[in-house]
């Protein structure tokens, strides 16, 4: 069983649906995920002075907390959860000075082998594509779908690992192997615009529209991510345009969702499950 990790973002967008989708994804593909009995705000941003090491500490207490609880590893959903967590814990492994540190503001030991993952990772290496098909009621077959992977899954690629940083293609391959199209385009590998979109819009604005346009022209009809602050801006960046003008962006559990037979159904599969 995998530890859980939901995170301020998701836990506090829960009217968006992306946790309960991805959870409900999960249970249909036989994975379990148990949240964590207590856990804290990441810091959303990774610190890059080297010596500034109390942003450190909310990550290391979840990371430790997943080893207590005797989890396989811990799972988040969110991209900036994941970078966080991810880089972390390599440096908790990496920087003695650091682990140091941290452990004597913790008056706890910390050895660094808690495994982080990120939902897309866990559907390729926990549930695998055959299991993505088995589930599929109503193949995705003539959608065309933009995968957006952005920075924060990406990059720095030799700490996280989780995709080639210049030619990622896991979102497209769980898409792909529920019998979509999915779509190459320029930029789906640039950053949004990230948090600029609070003090300076016109600079995520621009950063995410580029991206929108560019696959439109490529022919997508919708476009996924697996990152909460990443769907805000490429949705936000449309806010002026006509409504056929618009491309549709969606959390990548949406299409899984609808190969699947729809959320109802698969909700209402465990409920006969656990009845029967």
Not at 80 to 92: D, I
Not at 126 to 151: H, M, S, T
Request: hydrophobic share 35%; proline share 4%.
């Amino acid at each position: 069983m995998l530890g859980y990790y939901p995170g301020c973002t998701v836990r506090a967008q829960q009217d968006d649906g992306f946790e309960r989708e991805s959870l409900a994804i999960l249970t249909a593909l036989g994975v379990k995920v148990e949240e964590l009995a207590e856990w804290e705000c990441c810091g959303a941003i990774y610190p890059l002075t080297s010596d500034e090491y109390m942003p450190l500490l909310s990550s290391v207490r979840a990371l430790k907390r997943t080893q207590e609880e005797d989890r396989e590893g811990l799972l988040t959903l969110c991209s900036a959860c994941y970078h966080v967590l991810k880089r972390v814990n390599n440096r908790m492994n990496q920087d003695q000075e650091a682990k140091k540190r941290v452990e004597n503001y913790l008056e706890d030991e910390y050895d660094g082998s808690t495994k982080v993952y990120h939902l897309i990772e866990v559907l390729r290496d926990y549930a695998g594509y055959d299991a993505l098909k088995k589930q599929v009621e109503k193949p995705l077959e003539g959608e065309k779908i933009a995968c957006y992977y952005g920075c924060l899954l990406l990059r720095p690629e030799s700490e996280l690992g989780l995709l080639d940083a210049e030619n990622p293609r896991l979102m497209d391959e769980i898409l792909e192997s529920l019998g979509a199209q999915a779509i190459k385009y320029p930029y789906r590998t640039d950053c949004c615009g990230s948090y600029h979109v609070a003090q300076q819009e016109n600079v995520s604005n621009s950063a995410s529209l580029k991206i929108i346009q560019s696959a439109k022209e490529a022919g997508a009809t919708e476009m996924v991510t697996a990152c909460p602050l990443c769907k805000h801006n490429l949705e936000y960046c449309q806010k002026d345009l006509d409504e056929e003008d618009k491309l549709p962006v969606s959390y990548i559990t949406a299409p899984i969702l609808r190969a699947f037979g729809g959320l109802e159904y698969i909700e209402n599969q465990k409920i006969n499950l656990a009845a029967n």
